[in-house]
């Protein structure tokens, strides 16, 4: 038995990312995560899910990968969380994500 068996598995929409997920992501991946830490699995619906993980003392978080996730990561700053709570849902914003379109015209 893996010593993270006992954990608490959690699956995390962009939607619900806290401040402390999103931390904890930053710091386990501070260059962005690649396809090696990538985790797929089928969901409750069969659906395929693709995830990176992160865990604390008792919770295993498998944060669904999204455009969204990447650039919230590469834009993270702590201090943008100074005044929310660690686990309020509504203080990671949805950021500007230029459709790939958009990201062709960039010079």
Do not use: C, W
């Not at 598995?9 to 990312?17: A, E, G, Q, S, T």
């Not at 996730?69 to 203080?91: C, G, I, Q, R, S």
Request: aromatic letters at 10%.
């Amino acid at each position: 038995m893996k010593k993270t068996d006992h954990l608490k598995r959690v699956i995390v929409d962009f939607k619900k990312l806290t401040p402390e997920i999103l931390k904890l992501l930053v710091d386990k991946y501070p260059y962005g995560y690649d396809d090696d830490h990538i985790i797929e699995f089928k969901n409750a619906k069969n659906e395929l899910v693709e995830a990176v993980e992160v865990t604390t003392d008792d919770t295993k978080y498998l944060v669904k990968v999204s455009t969204k996730l990447v650039k919230t990561m590469e834009d993270y700053d702590e201090d943008d969380y100074e005044n929310f709570e660690e686990d309020d849902p509504d203080a990671v914003q949805d950021p500007e994500v230029k459709s790939s379109e958009e990201q062709d015209h960039d010079y």
